[in-house]
């Protein structure tokens, strides 16, 4: 059997905003976008396009309740630094019960998803792949 996540979803009040948001965020592209959903993808000709799963965000009518079910982890270079310009773009972190001695920043967009940057992988752990 052959199978590929094509998208990951997320429910929004604003499609059209979250999507802007997080191609600021991500450095992706808006490939589609309408008042009930729209879609982000890996920056044209990056390794990641045509592999990555795409993001979508659909129109809901409720708010946010509760934590994710599921959520993104992102691995960036410099995760101070990311933490940084993320909370500049509108994001906070947030408590979902994670402990003081974790290795990640809980952080929320606006309209309260969660998300976690993660810390840098080590000059050996980068060697392995």
Known sequence: ??????AISFDAHDPRAQARWWAEALGWRITDE?????VLEP????PE???????????VPE???VKNRIHLDLRPDDQAAEVARYEALGARRVDVGQ???VTWVV?????GNEFCLLRALTVEELAED
Do not use: H, W, Y
């Open 1 to 6: 059997m052959t199978i590929r996540i094509q």
């Open 34 to 38: 309408d008042d009930d959903e729209s």
């Open 43 to 46: 920056p044209e000709g990056s």
């Open 49 to 59: 396009d045509g592999v990555a799963a795409d993001i979508l965000f659909c129109a």
């Open 63 to 65: 708010d946010k309740a």
């Open 99 to 101: 402990s003081n001695d």
């Open 107 to 111: 952080m929320a967009d606006p309209e």
